[in-house]
């Protein structure tokens, strides 16, 4: 390389965080990126329909470019821009949970860049429920390609704060929106060729929610990796902390780390003789929804402590219990290897 593109690379850029939506919506109209609030976890957002933009998403994340992006858009109406065909029970559970943590694979119309989709003929798009983000994706004339702001394969950001943490000197700008709500990341459903929904990755909307509305089953996506671009929500080890990390009864697990510096996250109550300070309970009332929303915040605290290990309390494996347990399970040491 030219030793003035390696200097020009090497500029740091000053990453400031706001609330200035005019901010934001002007360096996305200029093609930069830019750390956006949803109801799940930030977004590192681009204009999904400048490809020199989602460059610059796969670059600033490390991630690897066969790993499609989800295109966040501000309406339904907008949504239809972008797809060829909406699926009967797509619309049904849009009326219900949209805007809101659902994300829908359709097939694409050619407008989509295929870098977005890693090459796939469907796209993953949704309308994330956060105000700042709606009224910025409404302002816009076109969609934002969206993955979670967190340099690949470690954990989800869940406040402005922690984007800043990862992207520091590689966006310009991070729109503050607060913690996030949900504090998961969207579910991912696609249809097979009858239109009956498959789950891909659970997330904010439970299996269950979607069942409810259908008034039936719904099956989980199987995944062949010549014909289906990886989905990273899949992959074996993400959303991971760099402390080992391990999954269980937290009574017996302590006793296999007897010696060991050890921090816990647990559900609703504190485990006796660990300090108090390294203990992180994610509702002590017992709600999953607010313990998911605590997870990755709990995470990236424990990460932090520098202990030897991190002992987690599988939660109970219903409703959104079954996506904190997914995303534990791809935290843990085991799949590190
Ligand atoms: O809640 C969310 O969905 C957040 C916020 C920012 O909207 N976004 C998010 O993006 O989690 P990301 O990139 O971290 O995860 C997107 C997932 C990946 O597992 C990706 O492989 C999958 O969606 N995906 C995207 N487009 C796809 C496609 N065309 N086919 C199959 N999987 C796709
Ligand atoms: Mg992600």
């Known amino acids: 390389m030219h030793k003035a593109a390696i200097f020009a690379a090497e500029i740091f850029m000053q990453t400031i965080i706001g609330e200035d939506i005019e901010k934001a919506r002007h360096y996305l109209m200029n093609g930069e990126l830019v750390g956006i609030p949803t109801e799940t976890v930030y977004g590192l957002a681009g204009n999904a329909l400048d490809e020199n933009a989602v460059v610059k998403i796969f670059e600033a994340k490390n991630r690897p470019s066969f790993n499609p992006l989800i295109i966040h858009v501000g309406s339904w109406q907008m949504l239809e821009k972008y797809v060829e065909h909406v699926p009967a029970k797509a619309k049904l559970l849009a009326d219900k949970f949209t805007p809101g943590p659902l994300t829908f694979l359709l097939p694409k119309k050619n407008t989509v860049p295929d870098m977005v989709t890693a090459g796939s003929d469907k796209v993953a798009i ?91 089953k719904i099956a989980a996506a199987q995944i062949s990796p010549q014909k289906n671009p990886e989905t990273s929500g899949r992959l074996k080890s993400h959303y991971a902390p760099h402390t080992p990390l391990y999954i269980g009864n937290i009574d017996e697990l302590k006793k296999q780390f007897d010696g060991k510096q050890i921090a816990i996250i647990s559900f609703t109550r504190q485990i006796d003789g660990i300090d108090e300070n390294r203990q992180f309970v994610l509702s002590p009332s017992g709600n999953l929804a607010e313990a998911a929303k605590n997870l990755f915040t709990a995470l990236r605290l424990t990460d932090k402590l520098k202990v030897d290990v991190i002992l987690a309390e599988k939660f109970p494996d219903e409703g959104i219990g079954r996506a904190i347990n997914d995303r534990l399970g791809k935290a843990q040491a085991e799949n590190k290897k």
Do not use: M, W
């Open 126 to 216: 949704r309308i994330p429920n956060h105000p700042l983000t709606l009224s910025l994706l409404k302002s816009l004339d076109f969609p934002l390609a969206a993955p979670s702001a967190n340099p690949f394969g470690y954990i989800s950001p869940t406040t402005a704060q922690h984007v800043l943490e990862g992207l520091e000197g590689k966006i310009p700008y991070i729109l503050d929106g607060g913690a996030a709500n949900v504090g998961l990341e969207s579910t991912i459903i696609g249809f097979d060729e009858r239109e009956n929904v498959l789950l891909y990755r659970t997330g904010g909307i439970s299996a269950e929610q979607i069942e409810e509305v259908l008034k039936e």
